[in-house]
């Protein structure tokens, strides 16, 4: 009786858990309004904004000859790393996790979106 109630609980939530499913193909979509200031591709430049591709995993403040704020510069020398908390947490609203960072985007609210960005930049590896 007990395995069927858990059995029945997970079923219970599936369909939320189907409608939060993450989505690389429309993140990639999402993340063109990140493309006025970053690049993504393999080997890219950096623009505005550093080169995102590699990011997940990343340590922060990491890519060469880029120019970042002393904010950004003091979180990663205390060891911060483009994980999917982190990221999840800065690009929801980028001053929560750098306060005196020089990020200009107010960030993503719609929590689908998001799930769907972070697939995308998990992808590009």
Not at 35 to 54: D, F, K, Q, Y
Not at 72 to 82: C, P, R, T
Request: proline share 4%; hydrophobic share 45%; charged share 15%.
């Amino acid at each position: 009786m007990r395995a069927l109630m858990i059995l029945g609980a997970v079923f219970a939530f599936a369909p939320f858990g189907a409608a939060m499913a993450q989505d690389a193909a429309a993140g990639q979509r999402v993340f063109n309004q990140c493309r006025a200031c970053h690049t993504i591709n393999e080997g890219g430049r950096n623009g505005v904004g550093p080169n995102l591709h590699g990011v997940w995993e990343r340590p922060a403040a990491s890519i060469q000859g880029f120019r970042y704020s002393a904010n950004m510069q003091e979180l990663a020398q205390g060891g911060l790393v483009w994980n999917e908390a982190n990221l999840r947490q800065y690009l929801t609203n980028p001053k929560d996790l750098v306060p005196r960072g020089s990020m200009a985007f107010n960030g993503i609210r719609n929590e689908q979106q998001l799930n769907d960005l972070l697939a995308y930049l998990q992808a590009q590896r």
